[in-house]
């Protein structure tokens, strides 16, 4: 089993990340991040029809949000002391 990973910039980033058996892909991920590094979107592409989770975050670059795949989202709130 191999892992392959790939970097390319755009406006943000994107991390793909592979992982093979033989010459059989097993599962492909690819990340999405903003300018400050967060992780903003995921995408499933070893699934039929690709779906993906989305992260929310605040003007202090705190993840606020996340809404999976399967409909069971997060809201996170912070206190002062965050």
């Known amino acids: 089993m191999t892992v392959g990973l790939k970097n390319e ?3 943000g ?3 793909f990340h592979d992982t093979h ?3 059989t892909t097993i599962a492909k991920f690819e990340y999405f991040y903003d300018y400050n590094g967060n992780i903003t979107d995921q995408f499933f592409h070893h699934r039929a029809s690709t779906p993906g ?3 929310g975050y605040d003007n202090l ?3 606020v949000t996340i809404d999976y795949i399967d409909d069971n989202d997060k809201e996170f709130i ?3 002391t965050a």
Do not use: F, G, V
């Open 53 to 55: 989770n989305n992260y």
């Open 61 to 63: 670059n705190r993840l």
């Open 78 to 80: 912070y206190d002062k």
């Open 21 to 23: 058996h033989d010459t």
């Open 9 to 11: 910039r755009d406006l």
């Open 13 to 15: 980033w994107a991390k």
